[in-house]
C-alpha cells in the first residue's frame, strides 16, 4: 500500500458534481450492489504504481472495459511521482494525460469535486460514470484490515493517520464500496468513507464529454458552457 497522495487542499477543484448530475432522478436507479464483476478484473499489472497514477489506469482501463477495448498499463508506463497534490494529478490528466503500455496517452474530458464523504453522491457517481476517484487518510488499523482481506471500517478512538491514499471505488455491494487498492478489489464502509475521506474527484471521459447521449441525470450542455467560461479566466 503505498501512501503517496498529498492531504487536500480546500476548494482545489472549482466545478461541482451536484451541478451537473441531478441526484434525486439518479439515486432510485441505483441498484443496491453494482460493479461487482470488477472483483474478477485482474489490476495487479499496475499495483506497484504510486496509488494516484495506478488509480488513474485502473479508471482507464475499466472505462475501455465498457467500449469493448482492451487497454494496458504497466508501473513503468506512469510517472513515478510520490506525494501527489490530487488536483495537480488531475489537471496533468485532462491537459496531457497518461501512457499506457503502447505509448498511447489517454486524457479526461473533465473532472468534478463530489461532496467529500457523501455516501450517496459517491454511489450515484460510481454507477453513472463507472468509476470515481476518492483520496483517503488511512488509519493504521486500516493496513491491518487490508492485509487480513476484511472491509475497512471505522472505529472508535484516534488512530495514527499513516498517510494518504488514492483509490477508485467501482462499485458497491452488501452496503460496502468496492474500491481497487494495491491492485485488487477491496471494500470499505461507509462509515470509514464518511470519516477518512479528504477529497474525492469524478471524472469524465473524452467518450462520454463527446457521446451523442448523455447519461442518465447529467447536464453534460451546462458543464461544457462552465468548461468553457472557467478557461477562459
Known amino acids: 500500500m503505498k501512501l ?23 439515486l432510485p436507479l441505483i441498484p443496491a450492489d453494482f460493479g461487482t464483476e470488477h472483483r474478477d478484473v485482474d489490476f495487479s499489472s499496475v499495483a506497484a504504481a504510486p496509488s494516484v497514477w495506478a488509480g488513474f489506469a485502473v479508471e482507464v482501463m475499466l472505462a475501455a472495459r465498457e ?17 501527489t497534490d490530487l488536483q495537480a494529478a488531475a489537471s496533468y490528466r485532462r491537459r496531457i494525460g497518461i501512457q499506457d503500455v503502447t505509448g ?41 484490515d487490508f492485509d487480513a482481506g476484511r472491509a ?3 472505529r472508535r478512538g484516534v488512530p495514527p493517520i499513516l498517510g494518504g491514499l488514492y483509490v477508485p471505488v467501482v462499485g458497491r455491494a452488501s452496503g460496502n464500496f468496492l474500491a481497487v487498492m494495491s491492485g485488487k478489489v477491496v471494500e470499505f464502509t461507509p462509515g470509514f468513507y464518511r470519516r ?13 464529454m463527446t457521446a451523442p ?14 468548461l468553457q467560461a472557467f478557461t477562459r479566466r
Not at 448523455?214 to 461544457?224: I, K, N, V
Open 213 to 226: 447521449t448523455a447519461p442518465p441525470g447529467f447536464d453534460r450542455a451546462q458543464l461544457l458552457i462552465d
Open 104 to 144: 498511447q496517452k489517454h486524457r479526461v474530458g473533465a473532472y468534478v469535486n463530489v461532496t467529500t464523504g457523501d455516501p450517496d453522491q459517491l454511489a450515484a457517481a460510481a454507477y453513472v460514470f463507472g468509476s470515481v476517484g476518492v483520496g483517503l487518510r488511512i488509519p493504521d488499523h486500516a493496513v491491518e
Open 152 to 154: 475497512l471500517t471505522d
Open 196 to 208: 477518512y475521506c479528504d477529497e474525492t474527484i469524478c471524472y469524465f471521459s473524452e467518450e462520454i
Open 4 to 26: 503517496d497522495k498529498r492531504a487536500a487542499r480546500i476548494n482545489s477543484v472549482h466545478l461541482r458534481l451536484s451541478s451537473y448530475l441531478d441526484m434525486p432522478a439518479v
Open 67 to 83: 467500449v469493448g477495448r482492451a487497454v494496458e498499463f504497466s508501473a513503468e508506463s506512469l510517472p513515478v511521482e510520490v506525494g
